[in-house]
């Protein structure tokens, strides 16, 4: 299903980059499921700035950010799994392969994220998943796992790495590495798996 063109430079320490990670069949039906009519999106923020345990220099980081062009700050979200708040979604069992792809020993949470098309790929700013990062210890990790191929990235902030979008390729680091996401041109949709876990 994927294919490797070629390597990719300046991944940051930690940073795994693994192709093929779920079999085509579940692969398949995760990607059915996700792309689907059935499931119920829900417009969110990128970075939710009104987050009152954002650090006050990362609001300001973000409100600058978002001040060129207001209408990047959302996106489609979907909740699957969240200890803070507690939610649990009827579909998360049909994550549990994915989760014993990548070994959770301790889950904190499941997001689906989804940003439409753009003309140009729009990076989004760095940022890290579970804050504060102190609180979550260097063993936490983040996977994004790519729903679909296209011309986007997941990006990171250390070494200007750019993973092209891949379907079934998980992007799997520490949460302590900031990183971001970014808009495609070629599809209509960029969906990810946003999966933080111990």
């Given amino acids: 299903m994927s294919s490797i063109s070629t390597p990719i430079k300046k991944l940051p320490l930690g940073v795994a980059v693994k192709d093929d990670l779920l079999s085509l069949q579940y692969y398949q039906e995760l990607e059915s499921y996700i792309k689907g009519i059935d499931i119920d ?20 980081y973000f409100t600058e950010y978002y001040s060129r062009d207001p209408r990047r700050n959302w996106q489609f979200v979907k909740s699957i799994y969240s200890t803070h708040p507690v939610y649990i979604a009827d579909t998360f069992p049909l ?17 689906l994220n989804l940003k439409t098309g753009s003309e140009k790929v729009f990076d989004y700013p760095w940022h890290n998943d579970q804050n504060p ?12 796992l790519h729903i679909g191929s296209n011309d986007g990235f997941t990006i ?16 799997i680091f520490p949460n302590k590495l900031k990183h971001a996401g970014t808009t495609c041109t070629d599809q209509p949709i960029r969906a990810v798996v946003n999966v933080n876990y111990y």
């Fill in 41 to 60: 999106w829900h417009q969110g923020e990128v970075n939710k700035i009104t987050d009152p345990s954002m650090p006050p220099e990362t609001r300001q």
């Fill in 95 to 111: 994550f549990g392969p994915l989760l014993e792809a990548l070994d959770v020993k301790s889950l904190i949470r499941i997001k």
């Fill in 133 to 144: 990062i102190e609180r979550f210890g260097d063993h936490c990790k983040t996977t994004v």
């Fill in 156 to 171: 990171f902030e250390q070494g200007g790495a750019r993973v092209p979008t891949v379907a079934n390729r998980a992007v």
